[in-house]
């Protein structure tokens, strides 16, 4: 535990996967089939989780293939424009091209589009993953998706491989997309050997109870990984809040309530809000409600890296809110 906590501590990660461009009709509530007007913003579950880390105050760098257009330029200068560092970030051209997310700010019959067909980040190679410096990090940082496909999957295990080499503790936000795989069952084998691998796994219960064959076995799956091989596993239950398993420990917390706006971002601003905490020393029950809290904020506004919140965001939101839901042992 101590070799993980210095390690966040520094504040300095270096995170794998993808950045996509996200669309999103305008003004909120609009259908999509009915808008006339899109805002684009920067997307990518692991885009999303770098930028949050950098605007709550760390520093975080993404390791990822981009296409080689306007699109993945618009990526990459969205990147450097949140401060991203953006040295590992590689072109690839041919057929590949960027994931694009259009979706909606609304809630009650929320649509989501995504297109990832010859997706350019799953062209991150071992060769990618050997010109980083892993010692100029603190930690590793990656969500499921860059092991969905080859070569991004042999490529993530390797740098995984480097990354522990350096003494740096790999974090893993399971993170399961079914249409990025091809089959459960590869999903299955390979998000397990992944979190067997990690020192802090974050899921939900249906991702854990994915990895386990069954939902009503994710919770004991979860508390197995805590006991052997993960320092920290998160299992988040949505609005019932979250058990947090550490040695011996279950620590349960619950959610800050708002009016969410939609369903998209949550996940990746509650791993930036989480880290950020961490970083800066607080106990573990506090990085986790903080987690939550950055997680509330996103949910109630458009965009998704747009949307992550900066300290005095969070610390307002906080201000303003009763506390967290109560939560029974």
Same mark, same amino acid.
């Given at each position: 535990?101590?070799?993980?906590?210095?390690?966040?501590?520094?504040?300095?990660?270096?995170?794998?996967?993808?950045?996509?461009?996200?669309?999103?009709?305008?003004?909120?509530?609009?259908?999509?089939?009915?808008?006339?007007?899109?805002?684009?913003?920067?997307? *990518?579950?692991?885009?999303?989780?770098?930028?949050?880390?950098?605007?709550?105050?760390?520093?975080?760098?993404?390791?990822?293939?981009?296409?080689?257009?306007?699109?993945?330029?618009?990526?990459?200068?969205?990147?450097?424009?949140?401060?991203?560092?953006?040295?590992?970030?590689?072109?690839?051209?041919?057929?590949?091209?960027?994931?694009?997310?259009?979706?909606?700010?609304?809630? #009650?019959?929320?649509?989501?589009?995504?297109?990832?067909?010859?997706?350019?980040?799953?062209?991150?190679?071992?060769?990618?993953?050997?010109?980083?410096?892993?010692?100029?990090?603190?930690?590793?940082?990656?969500?499921? =998706?860059?092991?969905?496909?080859?070569?991004?999957?042999?490529?993530?295990?390797?740098?995984? /491989?480097?990354?522990?080499?350096?003494?740096?503790?790999?974090?893993?936000?399971?993170?399961?997309?079914?249409?990025?795989?091809?089959?459960?069952?590869?999903?299955?084998?390979?998000?397990?050997?992944?979190?067997?691998?990690?020192?802090?796994?974050? *899921?939900?219960?249906?991702?854990?109870?994915?990895?386990?064959?069954?939902?009503?076995? *994710?919770?004991?799956?979860?508390? /197995?990984?805590?006991?052997?091989?993960?320092?920290?596993?998160?299992?988040?239950?949505?609005?019932?809040?979250?058990?947090?398993?550490?040695?011996?420990?279950?620590?349960? =917390?619950?959610?800050?309530?708002? =009016?969410?706006? #939609?369903?998209?971002?949550?996940?990746?601003?509650?791993?930036?809000?989480?880290?950020?905490?961490?970083?800066?020393?607080?106990?573990? #029950?506090?990085?986790?409600?903080?987690?939550?809290?950055?997680? /509330?904020?996103?949910?109630?506004?458009?965009?998704?890296?747009?949307?992550?919140?900066?300290?005095?965001?969070?610390?307002?939101?906080?201000?303003?809110?009763?506390?967290?839901?109560?939560?029974?042992?």
């Amino acid at each position: 535990m101590q070799n993980l906590l210095a390690g966040i501590a520094q504040n300095n990660f270096v995170v794998i996967g993808r950045a996509g461009m996200d669309f999103f009709p305008d003004p909120p509530g609009t259908k999509t089939e009915e808008a006339e007007v899109f805002t684009a913003g920067l997307g *990518g579950s692991s885009a999303n989780i770098a930028v949050g880390i950098v605007k709550l105050g760390g520093k975080a760098a993404l390791v990822t293939s981009v296409s080689d257009d306007s699109v993945g330029r618009y990526c990459v200068n969205q990147l450097k424009n949140y401060g991203v560092e953006c040295s590992h970030v590689k072109a690839v051209g041919g057929e590949f091209r960027n994931s694009l997310a259009v979706y909606e700010s609304r809630v #009650k019959e929320h649509q989501s589009v995504i297109y990832r067909n010859g997706a350019a980040d799953f062209q991150f190679t071992a060769a990618d993953a050997e010109a980083v410096n892993y010692g100029d990090f603190g930690a590793l940082v990656t969500a499921g =998706t860059v092991f969905a496909a080859e070569p991004s999957r042999s490529a993530a295990f390797h740098a995984f /491989a480097l990354a522990r080499a350096a003494g740096l503790p790999i974090i893993f936000d399971v993170d399961y997309r079914p249409y990025s795989w091809p089959s459960p069952q590869v999903a299955e084998e390979v998000l397990s050997r992944a979190g067997a691998l990690s020192d802090v796994i974050v *899921g939900n219960d249906e991702e854990f109870g994915f990895m386990a064959g069954g939902i009503d076995k *994710g919770l004991a799956k979860a508390r /197995a990984l805590a006991q052997s091989t993960a320092k920290i596993v998160i299992y988040k239950m949505g609005e019932k809040g979250a058990i947090t398993f550490a040695g011996d420990q279950e620590l349960r =917390t619950g959610i800050y309530p708002v =009016t969410a706006l #939609k369903p998209t971002g949550a996940g990746d601003s509650f791993m930036a809000g989480f880290l950020a905490s961490l970083a800066q020393g607080l106990p573990l #029950k506090d990085a986790v409600l903080r987690g939550s809290a950055c997680a /509330a904020i996103v949910v109630g506004k458009p965009g998704c890296a747009p949307a992550m919140p900066f300290p005095a965001d969070l610390e307002t939101f906080l201000a303003a809110q009763a506390g967290p839901t109560e939560v029974k042992d």
